[in-house]
């Protein structure tokens, strides 16, 4: 999968996925990500990409032009599945979301900031919208971020153990079960005996059993969905 990040902070983003997983999914070359720099498709020499808004009102607005000269340079070289821009009225990430996007080829993410873009690019140039909460962030870059990781981790041969995505929560509307490592007892607080008893099966029914009883208690609202 190839993402292209369209950004006014290209340095923000540098070290998000450089680390554990992504790393390693890019070092696979499952997943690659490229940074790119909005200003160096501005057309005057102070690389501007933002201007006063019509009609009066605080706050700068992300111009058509760079952004619409990048996404058509990016365009002329291959074919995109989606161009998202990242926005706090779009469609909510949730793992269904992720999961969707996980299985795209190229997309672009378009990273805003100041008030946001030009509506004529949001018209004419985006395809898909994701906020990533209702909650407003002062740049897309770091939504971006948190996308990337969301899907990047799904994308098969990324997780050493391709089937451990699955049990996570929020695949099949429930929360994970909890999870011990060594030692078996600590102060006294011991790891469920279940878990040690070696019987993958009577394990597995606990692990439902914990995992649906989690749901019921902290997000009921995902079993009527
Ligand atoms: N004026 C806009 C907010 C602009 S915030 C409004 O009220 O809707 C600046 C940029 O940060 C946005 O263009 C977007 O790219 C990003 N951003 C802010 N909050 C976000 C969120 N919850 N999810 C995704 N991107 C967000």
Redesign the pocket.
């Given at each position: 999968m190839r993402i292209d990040i369209i950004t006014v902070l290209p340095e923000l983003l540098q070290s998000p996925f450089n680390h554990s997983i992504l790393k390693r999914a890019r070092e696979k070359g499952l997943l690659e990500v490229n940074l790119i720099n909005l200003r160096d498709y501005a057309s005057d020499k102070h690389k501007t990409v933002d201007d006063y808004q019509y009609g009066g009102g605080a706050g700068m607005v992300m111009m058509i032009e760079p952004i619409a000269k990048c996404i058509e340079d990016l365009k002329s070289q291959r074919d995109y599945d989606e161009v998202i821009?990242?926005?706090?009225?779009?469609e909510l990430l949730d793992q269904k979301v992720a999961n969707k996007i996980s299985l795209l080829q190229n997309i672009i993410i378009l990273?805003?900031?100041?008030?946001?873009?030009d509506e004529r690019v949001r018209e004419h140039f985006v395809t898909k919208e994701?906020?990533?909460?209702n909650?407003?962030?002062?740049?897309?870059e770091l939504?971006a971020a948190i996308l990337v990781d969301a899907v990047g981790r799904l994308i098969p041969g990324v997780l050493n153990d391709e089937s451990s995505a699955l049990f996570d929560s929020f695949q099949d509307n429930l929360i994970a079960p909890p999870v011990y490592t060594r030692p078996e007892e600590f102060r006294g607080w011991k790891v469920p005996d279940i878990l040690l008893s070696g019987d993958t099966k009577k394990i597995d029914a606990w692990r439902h059993e914990q995992s649906l009883q989690r749901t019921k208690e902290r997000r009921p609202d995902l079993l009527s969905e």
């Open positions: 821009y990242m926005s706090p009225d779009g990273c805003g900031h100041y008030k946001g873009v994701i906020s990533i909460g909650y407003v962030l002062s740049g897309g939504a």
